[in-house]
């Protein structure tokens, strides 16, 4: 019997060399974190961030599984496209 080893798709996306995800997260009050959506890229991100701060504004940041490195996203950095 062959023994096999279970690996996420986003994982297993990234060792691949597939396209790399970025998960969208919402900061909630009392230390929570609700997961948004994904983006495929900066741009995207850019995208979804002027949707989520219309419809509910808050403090969003961005998760790279593929570096595990997390990024507050700043309306600031839209050049005052994006309004909270």
């Known amino acids: 019997m062959q023994s096999t080893t279970h690996v996420p798709v986003i994982e297993a996306l990234c060792l ?3 396209d790399k995800m970025l998960d969208i997260f919402r900061k909630e009050p009392g230390r929570g974190v609700l997961w ?3 983006a495929k890229d900066e741009n995207e991100v850019r995208e979804i961030f002027k949707k989520f701060l219309a419809a509910n504004p808050g403090v969003y940041f ?5 570096t595990r490195t997390k990024r507050t996203i700043k309306p600031e950095e839209f050049g005052g496209d994006v309004q909270p």
Request: proline content about 0%.
């Open 16 to 18: 691949e060399g597939g």
């Open 36 to 38: 948004m959506g994904t």
């Open 62 to 66: 961005t998760f790279d599984e593929s």
